[in-house]
């Protein structure tokens, strides 16, 4: 299982979800959003501590898919008009890629933790993702993001009272 191997989207799937906060937090949508454009390389090694990734996203690729609750269905505006508030407020024509480098792996090949530096927004913090092998063989990353931590204003409305959640979940699902 050595060897390097150059991962994208017709490898996997790489998805963000979203909560709502505030006292309106129930007119909110749990959002789910398609990184449409990504690239990873995975260095295998031996053992899971000689493995090391490196992945990039373009922002400007999000698709939000659907969401879960809220006062009211999503409609295919209402999703269009998520993805024009998330071009806005993650500044994506200026900054359209997130970056990721692995600094360390530790676990076996059925689960463990990779650390790395990620970059948004030209700032860059140490971030850990939980890495886990499926039933189905394919392997599975997941983790959380805060935006805060990256000089990111999470989304509001009604003067605040609906909110995004500052935690923006990852889960990337490959085949290997």
Not at 35 to 41: C, E, P, R, S
Not at 102 to 125: C, K, N, P, Q, Y
Not at 151 to 170: E, F, H, N, Q, T
Request: hydrophobic letters at 35%; one cysteine or more; proline letters at 5%.
């Amino acid at each position: 299982m050595t060897g390097i191997r150059d991962l994208g989207p017709t490898d996997g799937e790489l998805l963000l979800g979203t909560t709502s906060e505030g006292p309106m937090a129930r007119m909110g949508h749990a959002l789910r959003i398609l990184v449409q454009d990504w690239t990873a390389t995975l260095e295998l090694g031996e053992e899971p501590m000689s493995c090391s990734l490196r992945a990039s996203a373009n922002l400007t690729s999000l698709r939000a898919l659907d969401g879960h609750g809220g006062a009211s269905p999503l409609t295919e505006e209402g999703l269009r008009k998520i993805e024009k508030n998330a071009e806005k407020i993650l500044d994506s024509r200026t900054h359209p890629e997130v970056s990721f480098v692995s600094t360390g792996v530790s676990g076996t090949w059925e689960a463990g933790l990779l650390d790395g530096e990620l970059t948004i927004r030209d700032v860059t913090r140490p971030q850990r993702f939980d890495v886990s092998r499926t039933p189905q063989g394919t392997y599975r990353l997941t983790g959380m993001i805060a935006q805060s931590r990256f000089g990111i204003k999470p989304y509001s409305a009604m003067m605040g009272a609906l909110r995004l959640g500052d935690d923006i979940s990852v889960e990337v699902t490959v085949s290997l």
